[in-house]
């Protein structure tokens, strides 16, 4: 097939699984946590350092909410459709650099079973229509390894340069697991062809510069802007509550392999039928080992973490991927003949389940919206023309469904004269009603508890006559 048929194809089955109905379902899950900061960066012009309600989030760095921003001003609608538009485009954009940069190292039916397998496993179908950091972080970890792989043998500079820009970014997605992937990754490759001295030439040494530059042109302002200590304090809790034990569950550890194996579904099925002694040079044997090693020793070790979870183990899904495209370019699979059509008998299955899923499903899922309706009741309950203030209100995602102003207080008693409408916590409601300030001026308009047992209340403040 030629890269422009390729390329056609591609994107028609993107289009086909990740488009139809991609706005229809409220947001859900972690999405909150990615739109809300986005909304108020733009509210506010502050895109250093990411807000939820009043609140500095920086769990995560900030990309995934510049990225929704860019979005919601690009198109300049706020709702589902543009919010998650980042992560299916970030998708697509792997898909295309499997058929346009792989061609040439997996060829051109390997490349584009590469990209095809790309676009169906089982963890970008579940992560890839959302906007969560998974479909960000694994994208541009892709990006890195895609760059590395198709360059590292004869044009080092790119391999290494291009590979340090989409490390970096994804240092400003998640962090730096990305790190550990990619070198648990490419020192198997490296070492099989007994090149570890790669890691000592100057473009690997640009690359590692230019990665920490991308990180640190936000990192260095934005730490100039709060509070140092509490910052290291959080990514300092977030490093350690992935190696340390304290959520460990046996029920849920015992699963982490399989449950880590079930994100390549369906083409993990593929691997028994591999054999690497069909593959023909020695060379691309010996790649084709050190590869194999690189994916199985991390995702092996992560797995086993007493706090980990299956997800973590995404960014391998690429490299996997490559693995399985040489097979295939190399003709390596020992096929029964019930699978020789499998890869497009199994692209077309998975279409077509999305298809109905989108068309059929996600129109009953929607009628049983959960967090819509509680912005509804809030929106409802408020005069037009009047904005509500949010005090120190925790993650609340049906703020995002509000369509009154909101203003985000720290504390009650920054409450302006003004004021009429105040969403708090419940337990902070009678410090307002006891304050002298608004003594006898508060009443309580609507209590929401919301699906996961989350408490406000909404209080109007009533002005005395005089």
């Not at 960066?41 to 309600?53: H, K, R």
């Not at 969560?132 to 043998?153: D, Q």
């Not at 183990?313 to 003709?331: D, N, Q, Y």
Request: aromatic share 12%; with cysteine; net charge positive.
């Amino acid at each position: 097939m030629s890269r422009a048929r390729a390329v056609f194809l591609v994107l028609l089955v993107w289009a086909a699984i990740y488009l139809p109905r991609l706005g229809t379902l409220e947001i859900k899950s972690e999405e909150g946590r990615r739109i809300l900061p986005a909304v108020t960066m733009l509210e506010t012009g502050n895109y250093l350092v990411p807000q939820i309600g009043s609140e500095p989030y920086f769990r995560k760095p900030p990309l995934v909410n510049w990225l929704v921003a860019g979005s919601f001003k690009l198109f300049g609608v706020r709702n589902e459709w543009t919010a998650r538009l980042p992560s299916v485009v970030c998708v697509l954009a792997v898909a295309l650099a499997f058929v346009l940069l792989a061609r040439r190292s997996l060829g051109g039916n390997g490349a584009l079973a590469a990209a095809l397998m790309w676009l169906t496993s089982f963890g970008l179908l579940e992560k890839g229509r959302m906007i969560e950091i998974e479909a960000l972080y694994v994208s541009l970890s892709a990006l890195a390894f895609i760059c590395w792989l198709s360059a590292w043998r004869d044009r080092r500079w790119l391999a290494w340069i291009g590979t340090g820009v989409f490390l970096g970014l994804g240092l400003l997605a998640k962090g730096p697991l990305n790190l550990f992937f990619f070198y648990a990754v490419v020192l198997g490759p490296l070492w099989q062809a007994r090149a570890l001295k790669q890691l000592l030439i100057w473009p690997h040494l640009v690359g590692v510069v230019l990665m920490l530059g991308i990180f640190a042109a936000w990192a260095i302002p934005c730490l100039e802007m709060v509070r140092t200590t509490h910052v290291a304090t959080v990514w300092s809790q977030q490093l350690t509550g992935r190696l340390g034990g304290d959520d460990f569950k046996f029920a849920n550890w015992i699963l982490n392999l399989p449950r880590g194996i079930g994100y390549l579904l369906p083409w993990a099925v593929l691997l028994p039928f591999a054999r690497f002694a069909l593959v023909e040079a020695e060379a691309e044997r010996r790649f084709c080992r050190g590869l194999s090693l690189g994916v199985t020793v991390p995702f092996v070790i992560v797995c086993l973490l007493p706090s980990a979870l299956p997800r973590y183990t995404m960014p391998l899904l690429a490299p996997a991927i490559w693995l399985l495209a040489l097979f295939i370019r190399e003709h390596a699979f020992v096929w029964p003949r019930a699978l020789r059509k499998a890869i497009t008998a199994t692209v077309v299955a998975v279409v077509v389940a999305m298809l109905i899923y989108s068309l059929a499903l996600i129109p009953f899922l929607a009628r049983r919206a959960k967090i819509r309706p509680l912005a509804a009741q809030l929106d409802g309950s408020i005069p037009p023309n009047e904005s509500l203030y949010a005090v120190d209100p925790d993650y609340q995602p049906y703020l995002f469904y509000v369509q009154h102003p909101i203003v985000y207080l720290d504390h009650y008693y920054e409450l302006p004269v003004e004021a009429r409408f105040v969403l708090m916590r419940p337990q902070e409601e009678a410090l307002l009603a006891g304050a002298d300030r608004w003594r006898a001026r508060t009443r309580p308009l609507l209590r929401i508890k919301d699906y996961r047992g989350q408490r406000v209340v909404l209080l109007e403040i009533t002005r005395p006559a005089y």
